[in-house]
T-cell receptor
Framework: DTAVSQTPKYLVTQMGNDKSIKCEQN?????MYWYKQDSKKFLKIMFS???????INETVPNRFSPKSPDKAHLNLHINSLELGDSAVYFC????????????FGPGTRLLVL | GQNIDQPTEMTATEGAIVQINCTYQ??????LFWYQQHAGEAPTFLSY????GLEEKGRFSSFLSRSKGYSYLLLKELQMKDSASYLC?????????????FGAGTQVVVTP
């Protein structure tokens, strides 16, 4: 009965490859997020969706493309991976908007070689 | 720019009290969150302040002063399991959706 789940947990890949990370929440929340946590542990918002609609799109390279097929899922596709993309990517959800508590998934550890 | 400052690391003894300060200078403010993150794990919610004052929740309390751009998280009766990073996060937007900006986190080390 995991609340927010992500797959895969670990991802090791070569530069230039394309990869996807999937996220699902079973909390019935309307809002979902992608965060990136770099090696210095800074957690930064990348994207936010509310009920399948994009509401936050931070200054993220357009190699990153989120997709929300329904309000329980928010996937992240990354094209042409670069060394600097190595980080932990967290998915999160909240009932409605960032003024509500966010529940985080376990994270996906991406290593680009 | 948006600035959220927290100390990098604090060390305290089991059973003691530790206060983690967070100061912020942001273009908008609609509440402040504290999250706990153990090494290799996801952040988990600890507390939320939107009005000035103290919120108490068991061993953890959080305080907010909006006029001073200041918050603190107080951890009492420290236990070894409290060794973690504590993240201060400000909701920058007052619209329906909001946006959280996180500080760099304070690593708390609890020693026996």
């Amino acid at each position: 009965d995991t609340a927010v789940s992500q797959t895969p947990k670990y991802l090791v890949t070569q530069m230039g490859n394309d990869k996807s990370i999937k996220c699902e929440q079973n909390l019935g929340h309307d809002t979902m997020y992608w965060y990136k946590q770099d090696s210095k542990k800074f957690l930064k918002i990348m994207f936010s969706y509310n009920n399948k609609e994009l509401i936050i799109n931070e200054t993220v390279p357009n190699r990153f493309s989120p997709k929300s097929p329904d309000k329980a899922h928010l996937n992240l596709h990354i094209n042409s991976l670069e060394l600097g993309d190595s980080a932990v990517y967290f998915c999160a959800s909240s009932h409605r908007g960032a003024q509500e508590t966010q529940y985080f998934g376990p994270g996906t550890r991406l290593l680009v070689l | 720019g948006q600035n959220i400052d927290q100390p990098t690391e604090m060390t305290a003894t089991e059973g003691a009290i530790v206060q983690i300060n967070c100061t912020y200078q942001t273009s908008g403010f609609n509440g402040l969150f504290w999250y706990q993150q153990h090494a290799g794990e996801a952040p988990t919610f600890l507390s939320y302040n939107v009005l000035d004052g103290l919120e108490e929740k068991g061993r953890f309390s959080s305080f907010l002063s909006r006029s001073k751009g200041y918050s603190y998280l107080l951890l009492k009766e420290l236990q070894m399991k409290d060794s973690a990073s504590y993240l201060c996060a400000v909701n920058l937007r007052e619209d329906s959706w909001g946006k959280l900006q996180f500080g760099a986190g304070t690593q708390v080390v609890v020693t026996p």
